[in-house]
């Protein structure tokens, strides 16, 4: 959530326009599957979101996920679950989320560049360490 990565996540799902009839969009499709899947672990959470999984609490999406990835859930859901931890994982640790798409610039610091310590763009860094060799041009002998 701190990543800002859920319209970008969206975004990145619905596009690719692999969503069968009736769904209109690949992340309906997801929220549909999650929302199934929920109904074995929680089959009446409340809270403020449409969807029941969102709804669940951190220990119960993780048993979601688990009956998802050891194919409790179906076969079909072990990739599935694989795909959408590693595409929001992708999605949250890069700068997606606090990236301005009408300028191309950051209105933010991203997660990902916390978490890896990562000090930003570099225009140049004291680590030139001077000629190969001493040669000063590629086709010096």
Known sequence: MEANGQLPLE???????????????????????????????????TGPFAGRFANLTWNEKVAVFSAMESGLAGPEMVTLANALLLYTGLVSYSDAGVLNP???????????WQISGYEGVSVGRNDYQGYYRGQRRAHEH
């Open 102 to 112: 009408l300028t191309g610039e950051l209105i933010a610091e991203p997660v990902g």
């Open 11 to 45: 975004f990145g799902l619905n596009t690719a326009g692999l969503a069968p009839p009736p769904f209109d969009s690949l992340s309906e499709l997801i929220t549909f599957a999650l929302d199934n899947v929920t109904g074995f672990i929680n089959p009446a959470p």
